[in-house]
């Protein structure tokens, strides 16, 4: 429960205790609260039927997340992947921190928008094409290049303007030139970050594969599923931080 704030423990509790209800229990135990985290993290279980390609995409898009998620060291750690729609997704990759964190780098960051890119590169690598299911990915990614070109200063183009971000920050004034170069930034670290993506799922496609598979035979896949099915994750090597302030993070459909 790293991350969670009081009204989340809460709702955590509340859920494990309507589903302890569900399945005819008087006590609480371990495995409510794992069903209550997945419902407070990923959302609610939805009864859509995805048609095989529909399925087959999504777990594609699932396994390119999980994938970086799983190589990438500075990342929050790979908690569970699944294909199972939830919420407004209709597949999951939940990652979970392992320490509270309280602040964070930019290459950190950098990775982070490798990871929400993955399933969007997945797609296309696999299929070819991008599909609708990344509009979210997209929407985090671009809102997070934003903040690190315009609020934090993260850009080799700070160094021309030392102030750009404490001035956009507080919504000062500034010129269109000004504008454009900002999201000419921002439009570079995306490139970047999908590029990188593309790369290394390219480099490890065994393993995107293996992930898929698994995926569409079990629907869900833990820590040690995905272990047994492409040997164990990279040593989180993070000193410092996450940008939602320590919640997990889960990346959908």
């Not at 509270?100 to 969007?120: N, Q, T």
């Not at 047994?228 to 993070?238: C, D, M, V």
């Amino acid at each position: 429960t790293i991350g969670l704030a009081a009204a989340d423990l809460r709702n955590l509790v509340n859920e494990a205790a309507l589903n302890a209800t569900r399945e005819g229990r008087d006590a609480v135990t371990r495995e409510d609260f794992d069903v209550a985290r997945d419902r407070v993290l990923m959302g609610a279980k939805r009864e859509e039927v995805l048609s095989p390609h529909e399925k087959q995409m999504t777990a594609y898009h699932e396994a390119g997340h999980a994938l970086l998620a799983w190589l990438l060291p500075d990342v929050d750690s790979v908690h569970k992947v699944t294909v199972i729609p939830r919420g407004r997704a209709l597949g999951v990759t939940q990652l979970l921190p392992e320490e509270e964190r309280y602040s964070i780098g930019e290459r950190r960051l950098h990775s982070e928008l490798v990871v929400m890119l993955g399933g969007r590169a997945a797609d296309k690598l696999v299929f070819d094409e991008y599909s609708a299911g990344a509009e979210d990915d997209l929407k985090r990614a671009t809102g997070l290049a934003r903040r690190m070109v315009g609020h934090w200063g993260m850009s080799e183009v700070s160094e021309d303007h030392p102030f750009l971000g404490k001035e956009i920050h507080e919504s000062r004034q500034f010129s269109e030139e000004t504008a454009r170069v900002i999201d000419q930034e921002i439009q570079r670290f995306l490139n970047s970050a999908h590029e990188r993506a593309t790369e290394m799922l390219s480099s490890q496609r065994d393993k995107l594969d293996r992930i898929a598979q698994g995926l569409l035979e079990n629907e869900m896949l833990g820590k040690d599923e995905l272990t047994e099915l492409i040997g164990p994750a990279t040593e989180r090597s993070y000193a410092t931080s996450s940008a939602d302030g320590g919640n997990g993070q889960a990346s959908g459909a």
